[in-house]
């Protein structure tokens, strides 16, 4: 795309998912993907590794603590205020588990995207112009039905203020969207996927069609703990989510955009976090611990639609999948199994990562 502004280039990194846990604030659960205890360790490892780099600014696009708690909030604002750079932050799922913490979240972030003296009930979200004719908008996707049940969804009240705020894009050279649910399918039928469509923004088309009316083809969201970028041809559209600092593979990224003669890009690079002071080895360690709990996840994938095998029977594949989810959030997955029953084969491989590529690339826009 062509603007009227001078060239222009910046660095940035991006976070997700932290889920921010003091010690007496972690909630113990067998069944736990979230490896939280180790959620400030991860962190600190990244921020080591920051502050080597000559970023512009931080962004982490949700769930920045483990379900909301204050003191978790506390803790992550306070660090927040002593690094050099900008960070701008949206609230995830976990962050407003009720609809009562809406009000609670903006207070302890106001250095940090929000502005302060919001009088408008419940509004989490934003305009901020971060560098020079560069403007990020972050969403809210995180609204609770008529039983008062968490869905993803953005309220006709943002989407109006959004086709507003968007009206003024002519006086940015570039706009980032920052949303916490996936405004595309990230893997094989997220969107019909029991397991998957949770991690889906409900209104996602009515969104992306909004954006694609102003032209705005970045967004960034988190919530599914998976490295992955899709796009959309239909709304020509990249939607760059980053898997969770406190699940397998522990990744983050630092991305370069560059606006000049030979057009704008978007370079990709994605680290993880390799080693923590209580797990040397933290990514095998947090891989098997995956794989500990895969069973559940993948005999519910084998025993439910489309496939509905009878248990007896998916009990005697589940060991083929014990990396199955790791392999999904560590992106670019490619999976073979030709041992398997043709239908079963033909679902699984499904999952095979599509392009472009999730960890390292360039996006040219």
């Known amino acids: 795309m062509a603007?009227?502004?001078?060239?222009?280039k910046f660095k940035f990194a991006i976070a997700s998912d932290l889920h921010i846990a003091l010690p007496h604030?972690?909630?113990?659960?067998?069944?736990?993907?979230?490896?939280?205890?180790?959620?400030?360790?991860?962190?600190?490892?990244?921020l080591a590794h920051l502050a080597n780099l000559d970023i512009d600014f931080l962004l982490l696009p949700g769930d920045l603590t483990q379900h909301g708690e204050a003191e978790n909030h506390q803790w992550l604002a306070d660090r927040l205020a002593h690094l050099p750079y900008p960070v701008?932050?949206?609230?995830?799922?976990?962050?407003?588990?009720?609809?009562?913490?809406?009000?609670?979240?903006?207070?302890?972030?106001?250095?940090?995207?929000?502005?302060?003296?919001?009088?408008?009930?419940?509004?989490?979200?934003y305009e901020q112009e971060i560098l020079p004719h560069v403007r990020l908008i972050g969403l809210n996707s995180n609204q609770f039905d008529e039983a008062e049940q968490q869905i993803g969804w953005i309220d006709q009240e943002q989407l109006d203020w959004l086709h507003i705020v968007l009206e003024r894009s002519e006086d940015y050279a570039l706009n980032l969207v920052t949303i916490h649910?996936?405004?595309l399918e990230h893997m094989h039928e997220q969107s019909t996927n029991a397991l998957g469509k949770r991690y889906m923004l409900g209104n996602n088309h009515q969104l992306c069609?909004?954006?694609?009316?102003?032209?705005?083809?970045?967004?960034?969201?988190?919530?599914?703990?998976?490295?992955?970028?899709?796009?959309?041809d239909r709304y020509d559209l990249y939607d760059i989510t980053t898997g969770s600092l406190v699940s397998y593979p522990h990744p983050y990224r630092v991305l370069t955009y560059c606006s000049d003669q030979a057009g704008d890009r978007l370079e990709i690079e994605s680290f993880r976090v390799k080693s923590i002071?209580?797990?040397?080895?933290?990514?095998?360690?947090s891989r098997e611990w995956m794989g500990d709990r895969s069973h559940p996840f993948v005999l519910r994938l084998l025993t439910?639609?489309?496939?509905?095998?009878?248990?007896?029977?998916?009990?005697?594949?589940?060991?083929?999948?014990?990396?199955?989810?790791?392999?999904?959030?560590?992106?670019?997955?490619?999976?073979?199994?030709?041992q398997f029953p043709p239908a079963v084969k033909e679902y699984f491989e499904a999952f095979?990562?599509?392009?472009?590529?999730?960890?390292?690339?360039?996006?040219?826009?």
């Not at 248990?311 to 999976?335: M, S």
């Open 3 to 8: 603007f009227k502004f001078k060239p222009f």
């Open 25 to 46: 604030t972690i909630w113990h659960h067998p069944a736990r993907f979230h490896l939280v205890e180790y959620s400030i360790s991860a962190f600190e490892s990244v």
């Open 88 to 125: 701008y932050v949206i609230a995830g799922n976990h962050d407003v588990p009720k609809i009562e913490t809406f009000d609670q979240f903006t207070p302890h972030y106001t250095k940090f995207g929000f502005p302060q003296g919001i009088t408008a009930p419940r509004k989490l979200y």
């Open 181 to 183: 649910h996936n405004v």
């Open 209 to 232: 069609e909004i954006l694609h009316r102003a032209n705005i083809k970045l967004v960034f969201t988190g919530h599914l703990h998976v490295q992955d970028i899709a796009y959309s």
């Open 277 to 285: 002071p209580e797990q040397p080895d933290f990514l095998h360690f």
């Open 304 to 338: 439910h639609a489309p496939l509905n095998l009878p248990t007896e029977v998916a009990e005697t594949l589940t060991p083929e999948l014990r990396y199955f989810w790791a392999n999904i959030a560590d992106g670019d997955a490619q999976f073979h199994f030709p």
């Open 352 to 365: 095979s990562d599509v392009l472009p590529l999730d960890n390292h690339t360039t996006i040219h826009l």
